[in-house]
């Protein structure tokens, strides 16, 4: 590290090699950023694709097979290449500046964390050219995706793809791991942590816990379809479909609270600096974050209730039961804002919007935890709305609202704030015209991953309506792309601290010199740089909780 | 609220569809009491959201700070106690509701087989005594009732069926299921109930359709290129008509049929093949594919298909269409389970070229030369 130290201040436009190689938290960080909004506008095309054709009945514009990749490469996409990477990239960026470090503890493998991304989404990709994408859904099902119902190359590849994301994110929470425990800078206990620091905590413990699973069980898959192996097959002996599902789900339910936590971090970040208050019961919320990683790894069988296969009363409760830390957030982030001065940036919208579409996806959560509704909608647009509304309305809104706010932090310069009001109202409003409409239409039973619905089920119009929504939030990205090249370009100056912020990243310049820090301010609350700025008001104010 | 387009779903409400089984009243039952409660939850907090955005905006030169409250443990301890409250009792409630759902009698006055493949349904009525999966046997011969789903022609569906499952009403239906392949689901949204059909773990359930109608059904696990053709209807009618519809199937259709009667697989198939056919084409489905991709036979001659079908359990035929698979159907041979062989006799064939195709698996296609 002392090397490093010595160099000069931050330079940003050292050249591409210094991309390919740095080993700078900050930089691996933005290339994090970089790659997934990249994928991100490529699952976003697939999920046109899905939408256009089910725009009107019949098949217009393409196959069965071609659409089936689209739905199955738009899931994996945006699961394992958008939402989990963007979320690890402002991990990356943030917990060493927030907790006071200079770097990552593996600055090497941090590096190589990054690295297997691309490489990864090249690979599953790369079954387009070679004959069709896997095509199975992102769940993968066996026996359908044994290479007897799916003998295409695209399957391997997108296992192969799998178990290097996997990789990436085993490596990627060791390394948060010992970070977060070993290298906290002088005063910053664990209580006083920002809670973002603690969900990429969590995340990394439920990564460490269920990412080996799903890995070794992909290549159980993959020794299935190439070396004759019969985990999973039921036309050999042995073969067990119900297997997959179980080990399937023990990783990729906790998943989604992989895709969550860190998103709820970032809301409770912005929401404190908006609403001028601190995070109403901090405390409660570091709690109901180890409750929500605790008791997600006890509801994995609630994606098979209807399989006939699961004990059914203990995955309901459990279930029921996740909903109460949830549920204490919420109040949390409400009150917080009550009696606060709210000031609507960019960043505080789309926090804003977080909490109002992922209490949706929260409430009709609780009600697929009721089994029997689940045996009617399992399987319906109303999981595609449910798993929507906690992805795109909580997951995806929460990093837009990170990328408004820190962005400042990365390049020094603001985003526009009229474009991102823009960016925000389109995405808001196209956002609901999508999704909302999937819940009716799965409630009177329409099927997902389905190519073609019958004319005559009364499914067309709202499919119509979601199609044109999906349409809205695609225009919505053109003023969020127009915004970063024009902030690029030469965008407002932001200074060290343009919006008062609390946490440690704020105490150094914007960008952060490659060390991070001159020296810290000192660190007495959750709250330091809110200490520093009001170390001189009535000390009633700034006394800690 | 309520606007009944369709005779079995309220498309444009946040509710499900009228029940047209017991089970599915109790589901439904159980669904009205937790929407409502989410319903109340989502306006309380969205008020709440609404109220403080709008109440406590920062007013522009406003530079002083709010007081800086960090939490109140009996608010908090409040807002975890009610939610816990209210889980456990909908827990409570809903795992009665499953226990009437999952109920089981011993004794179904009906039984009907459902065999699940890619990418059809078949539905088997067998008489008191003799086990579905018996049916095939030589001594059953005549006494079952097979009900094959095929896919619409070249996917349109504008004058296609569904397979259609006949149902008594107010009698409990045990439904045995079975898949050959991968997994499939059986879902009725009028009953308000699904459940997945994995190969090697045949599931059992029970239910009791109390409204007489004709109801839309359809697989809901995911199973490969043509998963979206498995659709079905339940259609449910009195007792009278079920059981006139049951004798109707079981005798044998009068006999000028487009499809004679089999010739046995042992008789040799150049002699017993139909009057003035003088050419005997080959054909095997093994694999979900036909072991040739060309035929060729004379033009404007009758001309016989020796077909045989060597997948266990899984149905097959041959269909000629003119010029591509979604041509004109000039001729449609008998669906059949394998392992078992047919001849069928074709008619004189104008010269041209034809898709030979399965009527069940759109993916077995060939061409036929006819000159």
């Known amino acids: 590290m002392a090397t490093t130290a010595l160099r000069p201040a931050a330079t940003y436009r050292t050249g591409a090699y ?115 994408a896997a095509a199975e859904g992102w769940t993968s099902y066996s026996p359908l995706a044994q290479s007897k119902f799916s003998s295409g190359v695209g399957t391997d590849l997108w296992i192969v793809a ?71 097959n039921t036309a050999l002996g042995g073969g067990n479909a119900i297997l997959w599902q179980n080990v399937f789900w023990f990783y990729s339910h906790p998943a989604v609270y992989i895709m969550i936590l860190p998103a709820m971090g970032i809301v409770s970040e912005v929401l404190p600096t908006f609403s001028r208050k601190p995070l109403f019961g901090y405390k409660a919320f570091v709690f109901a974050t180890a409750g929500i990683g605790a008791l997600g790894f006890s509801v994995w069988a609630h994606h098979m209730f209807t399989t006939g296969t699961v004990y059914l009363p203990f995955f309901s409760l459990m279930t029921f039961l996740i909903a109460v830390p949830t549920g204490v957030k919420m109040f949390n982030w409400v ?59 909580g997951s995806i809104m929460g990093i837009f609202a990170g990328l408004y706010y820190w962005w400042p932090k990365m390049f020094g310069r603001k985003l526009n704030e009229g474009l991102g009001k823009i960016h925000f109202v389109g995405i808001f409003i196209g956002m609901n015209l999508t999704f909302f409409p999937m819940h009716l239409l799965g409630l009177s039973g329409m099927p997902r991953r389905i190519a073609d619905y019958s004319a005559t089920a009364g499914w067309n119009d709202l499919n119509l309506l979601a199609t044109i929504g999906g349409f809205t939030i695609a225009v919505s990205m053109l003023p969020f792309l127009w915004n970063i090249f024009i902030t690029f370009r ?56 | 609220m309520l606007l009944s387009a369709c005779t079995d779903f309220n498309v444009r409400t946040a509710l499900p569809p009228d029940a047209a089984s017991v089970q599915g009243q109790a589901t439904r039952n159980l669904y009205d009491i937790v929407f409502v409660i989410g319903v109340a939850i989502f306006v309380l907090v969205e008020g709440l959201i609404l109220f403080a955005v709008l109440r406590y905006r920062r007013k522009s030169g406003d530079d002083e700070l709010p007081p800086q409250i960090h ?56 008489p008191d005594g003799v086990a579905w999966q018996d049916c095939n046997a030589p001594a059953n011969a005549g006494k079952c009732v097979t009900v094959f789903g095929t896919p619409p022609a070249g996917g349109d569906r504008t004058n296609w069926t569904p397979p259609t499952m006949h149902v008594p009403v107010n009698e409990t239906v045990e439904l045995q299921m079975h898949s050959i392949d991968v997994i499939h689901s059986f879902y009725v949204p009028a009953f308000l109930y699904q459940r997945d059909i994995t190969p090697g ?45 049951l004798q109707q199937e079981l005798t044998p259709p009068p006999s000028p049929s487009p499809s004679p009667a089999p010739s046995g697989p042992a008789g040799s198939p150049g002699a017993s093949a139909a009057a003035g056919a003088s050419v005997t084409l080959q054909l095997t489905a093994s694999g979900i594919a036909y072991d040739k991709t060309d035929l060729t036979a004379p033009a404007n001659t009758p001309f016989s298909i020796l077909f045989a079908n060597n997948d266990a359990g899984i149905p097959h035929n041959v269909s000629i269409h003119a010029g591509s698979a979604g041509g004109t159907e000039v001729f449609r041979g008998e669906i059949f389970s394998g392992v078992g062989t047919r001849t069928y006799a074709v008619p004189a064939l104008p010269a041209g070229t034809y898709t030979f195709a399965c009527s069940v698996h759109p993916n077995m296609t060939g061409t036929l030369t006819v000159k």
């Not at chain 1, 799998?162 to 800078?185: D, E, H, P, Y």
């Not at chain 1, 804002?337 to 209490?359: D, N, P, Q």
């Not at chain 1, 009709?364 to 909608?377: E, K, R, S, T």
């Not at chain 1, 700025?533 to 006394?543: E, I, K």
């Open chain 1, 18 to 132: 210094d991309w390919l190689t740095t080993t700078d938290h900050k930089k691996i960080g933005i290339l994090y950023t970089f790659n997934s909004l990249i994928l991100f506008l490529v699952g976003g095309i697939f999920a046109l694709a899905v939408r256009t054709e089910l725009a009107q009945p019949g098949l217009q514009f393409m196959t069965e097979s071609t659409y089936n990749q689209m739905f199955t490469m738009h899931a994996s996409v945006m699961i394992f290449w958008v939402v989990i990477p963007f979320l690890a990239g402002f991990g990356n960026y943030l917990v060493p500046l927030m907790i006071g470090a200079p770097d990552m503890a593996f600055p090497r493998i941090n590096a190589l964390s990054f690295w297997l991304l691309p490489l990864s989404a090249l690979i599953a990709l790369l079954g387009f050219p070679l004959g069709g």
């Open chain 1, 162 to 232: 799998l178990t290097l994301v996997g990789t990436s994110s085993i490596l990627g929470a060791i390394n948060f791991i010992v970070t977060i425990f070993k290298m906290r800078a002088p005063g910053m206990t664990l209580f006083r942590m920002p809670v973002f620091v603690w969900t990429i905590l969590v995340t990394s413990v439920l990564v460490l816990m269920g990412t080996p699973v799903l890995t070794s069980a992909l290549i159980m898959l993959y020794i299935d379809r190439n070396f004759g192996g019969s985990f999973f």
């Open chain 1, 335 to 393: 009150a917080t804002m009550f009696r606060g001065k709210l000031r609507f940036t960019t960043a505080m919208l789309f926090a804003v919007g977080f909490l109002s579409l992922f209490l949706i996806g929260g409430i009709n959560g609780a009600i697929l935890a009721a089994v029997p509704v689940d045996y009617h909608v399992h399987a319906t647009y109303f999981i595609v709305a449910h798993i929507h509304y906690v992805l795109f309305g």
């Open chain 1, 490 to 545: 030469g965008g407002e100056p932001a200074g060290d601290d343009p919006w008062e912020g609390n946490t440690l990243e704020w105490a150094t310049s914007s960008p952060p010199p490659p060390y991070n820090f001159d020296h810290l301010p000192p660190i007495r609350s959750e709250r330091p740089v809110f200490d520093l700025r009001h170390a001189n008001d009535v000390p009633a104010l700034t006394a800690g909780h």
């Open chain 2, 71 to 126: 939490g109140n443990n009996r608010l908090e301890i409040i807002w975890t106690a009610i939610p816990i409250a209210i889980v456990l009792s909908l827990f409570v409630l809903s795992w009665q509701t499953l226990n009437t759902v999952d109920a089981h009698t011993p004794t179904p006055p009906v039984r009907i087989g459902v065999v699940a493949y890619q990418w059809q349904w078949q539905f088997v009525y067998a």
């Open chain 2, 201 to 245: 773990r045949d599931q059992v359930i029970q239910f009791t359709a109390d409204r007489i109608g004709t109801y839309r059904g359809q697989c809901t696990q995911f199973c490969g290129l043509y998963h979206q053709f498995m659709e079905f209807q339940v259609k449910v009618e009195s007792k009278a008509d079920y059981t006139a519809w």
